[in-house]
Nanobody
Framework: QVQLVESGGGLVQAGGSLRLSCTASTGRIFSSYTMAWFRQAPGKEREFVAVIRWIGTSTDYADSVKGRFTISRDNAKKTVYLQMNSLKPEDTDVYYC???????????????????WGQGTQVTVSS
């Protein structure tokens, strides 16, 4: 079992920055987990934002956030981060941290590949 706790959301003006954090509690080796961020607006499907893989710590991003968001991880602290810069009003969503062990990179942008989810943190970007 894995419990994920997110923090760092809030209200920011367009062009500003926020850093989200997600800390995991697990008895397994944290570095064996693929960690990802998704986001969801009311009435819409949850969508992929970014992933950092368990092997090689390679990353991938949704086209809408490339060049503005950076995902990173600190395995010693069992924490994954999402640094969000140049925020836009359309980035307003609830952001969710997701985890699962050794997710295949061919499918690690899919919601169904993750068993463990955080409670979500609201990010609001004002224009």
């Amino acid at each position: 079992q894995v419990q994920l706790v997110e923090s760092g959301g809030g209200l920011v003006q367009a062009g500003g920055s926020l850093r989200l954090s997600c800390t995991a509690s697990t008895g397994r080796i944290f570095s064996s987990y693929t960690m990802a961020w998704f986001r969801q607006a009311p009435g819409k499907e949850r969508e992929f934002v970014a992933v950092i893989r368990w092997i090689g710590t390679s990353t991938d991003y949704a086209d809408s956030v490339k060049g503005r968001f950076t995902i990173s991880r600190d395995n010693a602290k069992k924490t994954v981060y999402l640094q969000m810069n140049s925020l836009k009003p359309e980035d307003t969503d609830v952001y969710y941290c997701a985890a699962d062990r050794m997710v295949d990179r061919m499918v690690d942008g899919k919601v169904d590949e993750y068993h463990y989810w955080g409670q979500g943190t609201q990010v609001t970007v004002s224009s």
